[in-house]
């Protein structure tokens, strides 16, 4: 029956790899067809609206990072990344359920020069301002480091550091004003505090520890 398709479905999605693009794609599309024939019936599929939504969002986050091909950035010989982006990771997939759960911290690992657009676009798909892919490259940037979670910083590890001007050249792509004056800001507060974070791996805005 389609009520115990749905919870059985419902319970199967958390145990699939972050990566499983099709076997997640499946289930939420499995779990949405399932609500929608119970619902015709007059039944109760027991999904709220909000994991109903959920399924959606996957499904139109899925569908971006599979048409814009976006992976974790390479790590080769004089190519910039970001920090806490492993080398076993280059080329892979992105965490699907990290990015609907922490999209900042998750794309902070991700974005690079090369990539910006395409994060911008996830981004916005995952409810970030306008910009802030952009706001998240020119952080890691200047300071030779990205947010973390619980605040703090990441200090680079691997990768060539791009000079000053590049990164002035990315805050003047951020459109929001507001956001880039807090980007600015931002930027100016951790050259005075961060200085060799990238050496010793220490950051500011609360010490975080570098890989």
Request: with cysteine; proline share 5%; charged share 20%.
């Given at each position: 029956k389609p009520a115990t398709v749905a919870r059985l479905l419902s319970g199967a999605l958390p145990l699939l790899g972050e990566g499983e693009y099709e076997a997640?794609?499946?289930?939420?599309e499995s779990l949405l067809r399932a609500h929608a024939q119970l619902a015709r019936g007059g039944e109760e599929s027991g999904l709220t609206e909000e994991q109903l939504?959920?399924?959606e969002r996957s499904l139109d986050v899925l569908g971006l990072l599979r048409g814009l091909d976006l992976k974790f950035p390479s790590q080769a010989a004089g190519v910039w990344c970001p920090a806490g982006a492993a080398a076993d990771d280059a080329g892979s997939r992105l965490p699907l359920f990290e990015l609907l759960a922490k999209p900042a911290e998750a794309l902070a690992l991700v974005v690079t020069p090369e990539n910006v657009h395409k994060v911008s676009l996830v981004g916005?798909?995952?409810g970030l301002r306008e910009g802030e892919a952009h706001a998240l490259l020119v952080k890691a940037m200047y300071c030779g480091a990205t947010p973390k979670a619980g605040g703090g910083l990441v200090s680079f590890g691997l990768g060539v550091r791009p000079s000053k001007q590049e990164g002035a050249k990315w805050l003047a792509e951020i459109e929001d004003p507001a956001l880039a004056t807090e980007t600015a800001e931002w930027v100016a507060s951790q050259a005075?505090?961060?200085g060799s974070s990238r050496d010793s791996?220490?950051?500011g805005g609360g010490g975080g520890q570098g890989r």
């Amino acid at each position: 029956k389609p009520a115990t398709v749905a919870r059985l479905l419902s319970g199967a999605l958390p145990l699939l790899g972050e990566g499983e693009y099709e076997a997640i794609e499946f289930v939420n599309e499995s779990l949405l067809r399932a609500h929608a024939q119970l619902a015709r019936g007059g039944e109760e599929s027991g999904l709220t609206e909000e994991q109903l939504r959920a399924c959606e969002r996957s499904l139109d986050v899925l569908g971006l990072l599979r048409g814009l091909d976006l992976k974790f950035p390479s790590q080769a010989a004089g190519v910039w990344c970001p920090a806490g982006a492993a080398a076993d990771d280059a080329g892979s997939r992105l965490p699907l359920f990290e990015l609907l759960a922490k999209p900042a911290e998750a794309l902070a690992l991700v974005v690079t020069p090369e990539n910006v657009h395409k994060v911008s676009l996830v981004g916005r798909a995952l409810g970030l301002r306008e910009g802030e892919a952009h706001a998240l490259l020119v952080k890691a940037m200047y300071c030779g480091a990205t947010p973390k979670a619980g605040g703090g910083l990441v200090s680079f590890g691997l990768g060539v550091r791009p000079s000053k001007q590049e990164g002035a050249k990315w805050l003047a792509e951020i459109e929001d004003p507001a956001l880039a004056t807090e980007t600015a800001e931002w930027v100016a507060s951790q050259a005075l505090g961060v200085g060799s974070s990238r050496d010793s791996g220490q950051g500011g805005g609360g010490g975080g520890q570098g890989r």
